[in-house]
């Protein structure tokens, strides 16, 4: 498991700016949503998220979001 940051370059009001998330491959990272449910309102299509490799999850860790930004309005 790895740890990925992703980010959609969003800095309005109630979006998310960024999340760190664990998942096996890149493309799985771009296709978390930061609310650990799915793409819904406050976040881009995955195809315009930004994954950053961060480094190894450590050993056991489970796929989804570590944590999250959300700029609240």
Known sequence: MKLWLISSGLSQYDTYNNAVVAASTKRK???THPNGSGHQHGWVCPEDVNVEY???AKP??????IC???NAG
């Open 29 to 31: 990272a771009r296709e």
């Open 60 to 65: 056991g860790t489970k796929s989804g979001v």
């Open 68 to 70: 999250a930004s959300f």
């Open 54 to 56: 961060l480094g190894e």
